[in-house]
């Protein structure tokens, strides 16, 4: 199991960027995938995006296209998440998740979950 914790949420307004970090304990091995998910108030759980470990191999949910990009620094145990351009409707608590497979964007079958960070941008 591989313990995630979550940076670099925050307060922004329409059109800011930020950058959210996910560092993962130990070492990530290979057919690692760690996502990005998110959640707004009385909705479900949202894919946002997806990084394999190994190759660099990306998936991102279409809502986020263009704006969104996820990256992994392998020395440092870290997944980011770059946002730019924010809307309103980002507003959600962030999560990363990690799993060993092929990507997915189902929440479910990720198995190690950070706490969340809240990202709230006002219009």
């Known amino acids: 199991q591989v313990q995630l914790v979550e940076s670099g949420g925050g307060l922004v307004q329409a059109g800011d960027s930020l950058r959210l970090g996910c560092a993962a304990s130990?070492?990530?091995?290979?057919?690692?995938?760690v996502g990005w998910f998110r959640q707004a108030p009385g909705k479900e759980r949202e894919f946002v995006a997806a990084?394999?470990?190994?190759?660099?191999?990306?998936v991102y949910a279409n809502s986020v296209k263009g704006r969104f990009t996820i990256s992994r620094d392998n020395a440092k145990n870290t997944v980011y998440l770059q946002m730019v351009n924010l809307k309103p409707e980002d507003t959600a608590v962030y999560y990363c998740?990690?799993?060993?497979?092929?990507?997915?964007?189902?929440?479910?079958?990720?198995?190690?979950w950070g706490q969340g960070t809240q990202v709230t941008v006002s219009s």
């Open positions: 998740a990690a799993r060993f497979g092929i990507v997915t964007v189902r929440s479910s079958e990720y198995t190690d």
């Open positions: 130990g070492r990530p091995g290979s057919r690692y995938v």
């Open positions: 990084i394999t470990w190994t190759y660099g191999s990306t």
